[in-house]
């Protein structure tokens, strides 16, 4: 039997970022989303969580040298098209994830830095979202906060849409060099995000809101589906575009569904692509 010679690869999107066992947000959501937009997904986790849609229970950090050997793992091996990065709970581990990136050099990072849970608790410690900010920011092609992140950062309540495009270039100030803030915590009939990138006039990017419950892991989603939409070989504009439209369609084909007691999931397979293949 002759075996057929290697011409092509799948689209490779790692991520970083905690583990949700009740599935709807973290490395479960990213997985789910990289495959339903055609990618081939793989993870480094960060930290263990006892959760479900009513909540969090439980937090079990893994050791930054264990976070390491998981990147080296695959990424000497299988490599990364593009790189998400969700949950970061101590410094050790920013700097763990920032050797990863200066050494591997990944064409595309998207970080969302999760610093605040629903309740409005803060999640990471200041000295951690300190070296956050210093060491992947500048690393990173884009970074997408929600408002209380950007506001936690930028030390200053931000209630109101008018307010997102002075933010979004304040967060350029901070380093990094393009952010997607996300406005969908100011009601309104429209959810308006900011894109702002280095040298350009930020963007307004509205959509319709959509009536649901079922919006845990929303943040996880969006972020994830940028990264795959890089992978696939978009530019940062049409990969924020086509993640915007992705979970927009993920919360509307999800929304009469129940899922638990609480907040549940997205309906991340709402449409699912067919694993793309790249050339060798």
Partial sequence: MLVPEFTERYARVLSIAGSDSGGGAGIQADLKTFAALGCYGMTAITALTAQNTVGVTGIHGVPASFLKAQIEAVLDDIGADAIKIGMLHAPEIVEVVAWAIDHYRPRHVVLDPVMVAASGDRLITPDTASVLVRELFPRATVITPNLDEAALLLERPLTQVAEL??????????????????????????????????????????????????????????????????????????????????????????????????????????????TVRLPL
């Fill in 165 to 274: 495009e002075s933010a979004a270039q304040q967060l350029l100030a901070l380093g990094a060099r393009a952010a997607l803030l996300k406005g969908g915590h100011v009601p309104g009939d429209e959810v308006v995000d900011v894109l702002a990138l280095a040298g350009q006039a930020p963007q307004r990017l509205s959509a319709p809101r959509v009536a649901t419950r079922n919006v845990h892991g929303t943040g996880c989603t969006l972020s994830s589906a940028i990264a795959a939409q890089l992978a696939l070989g978009q530019d940062l504009v049409t990969a924020v575009a086509l993640a915007r439209h992705y979970v927009g369609q993920a919360l509307a084909r999800g929304a009469r569904v129940r899922t638990g007691h609480g907040q549940g999931p997205l309906n991340h397979g709402h449409e699912p692509v067919v």
